[in-house]
């Protein structure tokens, strides 16, 4: 997460190095053949790339949001003109859980988020008309565009973009270099370099203080360039170079025993000029001082190889590395975490002046928590019976402690979830017409789950019903104030963005519960207490139902690609959809049989009981003067409390 100052000190002993086999050479610098990249490094630069590219094509001054599968293209394009150098991609690795010393690190970012979003809210009361944008020229996109400053332009990165480029990469030829480590990602690129000799690609000075080896060197990635040279076949290619350099010589170069001791004194006093840093780190007797020499026995811990082998975290990976791969970066985290599992949940695209969109969703994570602390092998190194989530509330950043279920309300929340989840209907169900796309239709059907439990969890907290016109408006559908013909405005409001957040949250919450129920079946299944064994014989059944999920490139689309990938559906498939959806959002659509509660109430009134609260007093008193309304006039009701039956006849 950076020293500050330390990457100013070292810039002027990088020199320019030619990434690439072809250009072997015995002079200095020898060009870098071998690569371990840093991944979450890599991802933040293509974003920054991709986000700088948007503005220079736009006519207007405001940046439109990369795409995670833009994103995806972008990253995957870097590794193939690495590749054509013939440069070795040792691996990518992605932090799996990052230490608790760390944590106020993580909080202040999150922070900054928030702030980025309200800063972005206050200076467009109502959000600005984007531009349809020509698709993106990859290449001028990584080598020809200059990542500027847009912090006042831009909404916050897209909350997800890391854990999609890692399942991008996972159904890529660069399947068997990903690698979600237990832990920094720094230190297993330091071990890795210093054995193989290496070059590490990243953007995090910290790097340069581990021991690197002999031969280990850092690619600094924001000096990547790409200039045109001819080979010897006559051919146009591109030459790869960037900055480059070995902390071991420049070590030798300051006369100090490491750039650790270099970077402990400037992690110190950040405003020393880079002589006195040199100074102070060549003076053998500074740290005969007790609290300083505990200060840096602390500070050093973080970067040295001992300390992170003999952590339980490693042998944790040694076993169960392919368990980690399955996991995106922040549930990983919650499997790792070694005091308690910690969630922290990036603040989303929503209106920020609104309640949180990590408030809709938590009984289903609440199941997902529930049985990883119940059923996984992680709960021989968890201790507790809590997890502690980070998200926006509000107009800060906290935490709630959630309550682990037990066994029975477990068991009676998975079958509530297991009720609102689609089945496999392909034998069943007749296929979709030709000129239609299954995985349309599969988008549209995730999409209205998540608008069930969002118009049901407002209705159960005694807040406004959802807008049927505005959320038909907002998947492109038929609506008597907005006809087909009429639809070519693709202006997105902030109540529209509140909604689409409000689902994300919902649909992230189910990938939650799909990959933690994937861990403890294939962590702990059979090891399982005696009396979890109901319990986790349901498992299989709710997997095979939560993988119809489409991966996040697909499934967590902007206003603009959730309406052209619905718009691929027939005219008789969008009509049934839109009729549904007014049935949903239908004022008596909260009312069922003789008051019975539909699948998504059943779970939001199961969970308000104290387990971890995400309402505030004013929506509890709310809530309580709606449950007293609807228990005094109950009314009939002919809907499904699955919509995908509905659904199912599209």
């Given at each position: 997460?950076?020293i ?12 320019r ?10 002079e200095?610098p020898?060009p870098v053949?071998s690569?371990i ?10 974003y920054n790339?991709?986000?700088a590219?948007k503005?220079s094509?736009s006519?207007?001054l405001?940046?439109?949001q990369p ?7 972008s990253?995957?394009?870097?590794l ?6 013939g ?5 990518v690795f ?12 993580r909080l ?11 800063m972005?809210r206050?200076?467009?009361p109502?959000?600005p008309?984007?531009p ?5 020229d990859h290449?001028k996109?990584?080598w020809s565009t200059p990542?500027?400053?847009s912090?006042k ?6 909350p997800?973009?890391v854990?999609?480029?890692i399942?991008?990469?996972r159904t890529?030829?660069w399947?068997?270099?990903v690698q979600?480590?237990?832990?920094e ?5 330091a071990i890795?370099?210093?054995t ?5 690609m ?17 690619v ?7 200039k045109?040279?001819?080979s010897q076949?006559?051919?146009s290619n591109g030459?790869i170079s960037?900055?480059a350099?070995?902390?071991r010589r420049?070590?030798?170069r300051?006369?100090v025993s490491s750039?650790l001791?270099?970077g402990?004194?400037r992690y110190?006093d950040p405003?020393?000029?880079?002589a006195m ?7 053998i ?6 609290s300083l ?5 602390a ?6 190889e001992e300390?992170?082998?003999?952590s339980?975290?490693h042998?944790l990976?040694?076993q169960q590395?392919?368990l980690?791969?399955?996991l995106?970066?922040r ?7 070694p005091?308690?599992p910690t969630?922290?949940?990036?603040p989303?695209?929503e209106?920020?002046?609104?309640d949180s969109s990590w ?6 994570r609440?199941?997902a928590?529930s049985?990883?602390?119940r ?5 021989t ?9 980070y998200?926006?509330?509000?107009q800060?950043?906290?935490?709630t402690?959630?309550?682990c279920l037990?066994?029975?309300r477990?068991?009676e929340r998975m079958?509530?979830l297991?009720q ?6 392909t ?5 979709p017409?030709?000129s ?10 995730w ?5 069930q439990?969002?118009s049901?969890?407002r ?5 406004t019903?959802l807008s ?13 104030q907005n ?5 070519q405005q693709?202006r997105?409001?902030?109540d529209?963005?509140h909604i689409?957040g409000n689902m994300?949250?919902v649909?992230?919450?189910?990938r939650?519960l799909?990959?933690l ?8 299944a059979k090891?399982a207490?005696?009396?979890t064994h109901e319990l986790?014989?349901m ?6 139902r939560l ?6 490139q697909?499934?967590f689309l ?8 619905i ?8 009509n049934?959809a839109s009729?549904?959806?007014k049935s949903?959002l239908s004022?008596?659509a ?12 059943q779970?939001i009134?199961?969970?308000?009981d104290g ?8 929506s509890?008193?709310?809530r309580?003067?709606a449950t007293q309304?609807d228990t005094?006039a109950?009314?009939?009701?002919s809907?499904?409390?699955n ?5 199912g006849?599209i």
């Open positions: 997460m950076g500050a100052r330390l990457s100013q000190d070292l810039l002027p002993y990088a020199e190095t030619a990434l690439s086999a072809s250009q072997a050479s015995q200095e020898k053949t690569l990249i840093d991944g979450p490094s890599l991802v933040y630069y293509i790339k991709l986000l590219y503005i094509t006519p207007t405001v940046a439109q795409s995670y599968e833009e994103i995806n293209q990253f995957t394009k870097l193939l003109h690495l590749d054509t150098q440069v070795e991609l040792q691996k992605f932090d799996g859980a990052l230490p608790i010393a760390k944590r106020e690190i202040e970012r999150m922070e900054k988020l928030r702030q980025q979003l309200e972005y206050k200076t467009f109502e959000l008309i984007l349809t944008l020509p698709r993106i290449g996109a990584l990542i500027i400053s912090r332009l831009a909404l916050p990165a897209p997800f973009m854990a999609s480029v399942e991008c990469l890529s030829r399947r068997d270099i979600v480590v237990p832990g990602a720094d230190i297993f690129c890795l370099a210093k193989s000799g290496g070059a590490i990243t953007n995090d000075s910290d790097m340069a203080v581990h021991d690197l080896g002999s031969e280990g060197r850092i600094l990635l924001h000096s990547l360039e790409k045109a040279a001819v076949t006559g051919k030459l960037a900055l350099f070995n902390p420049i070590a030798e300051l006369q750039l001791r270099f402990f004194e110190l405003s020393l000029s880079v840093v040199k100074e102070r780190a060549r003076e007797d500074r740290l005969d001082d007790l020499r505990e200060e840096y026995k500070f050093s811990e973080q970067y040295e300390s992170s082998i003999s339980p975290l042998h990976h040694q590395k392919s980690l791969d399955d995106d970066p549930i990983a985290e919650a499997v790792l975490c005091d308690s969630v922290y949940l990036t989303l695209n209106d920020p002046s609104r408030s809709y969703g938590f009984d289903i609440h199941v928590y049985l990883l602390l059923c996984s092998a992680a709960a190194i968890i201790h507790g019976g809590t997890v502690t989530e998200a926006r509330k509000g800060r950043i906290t935490s402690i959630i309550k037990d066994l029975v477990t068991q079958m509530a297991l609102s989840l689609p089945a496999d209907t034998t069943t169900n007749p296929p017409p030709l239609t796309s299954p995985t349309c239709h599969m988008l549209l059907q999409y209205t789950l998540a608008l439990f969002v049901e969890q209705l159960a907290s005694g807040k019903p049927a016109d505005l959320v038909l408006d907002l998947f492109g559908l038929p609506h008597h006809p087909p013909v009429a639809r693709t997105l409001s902030w529209e963005m689409l994300h949250a649909l992230y919450s189910f939650i799909r990959q129920t994937r861990y403890v079946m294939a962590s702990s090891e207490p005696p009396q986790v014989n498992l299989p059944t709710l997997l095979s993988d119809r999920m489409p991966n996040i697909d499934l902007d206003k603009h690609d959730l309406r052209r990938a718009s691929e559906l027939d005219i008789e498939s969008r049934l009729t549904d959806i949903l004022p008596t909260n009312l069922q049989g003789e008051g019975q509660l539909d699948v998504g109430q779970l009134s199961a969970t308000r387990d971890g609260e995400w309402e505030g007093a004013k509890k008193r709310k309580k003067r309304s005094l109950p009314g009939p009701r809907r499904s409390a919509m995908f039956d509905l659904l006849e």
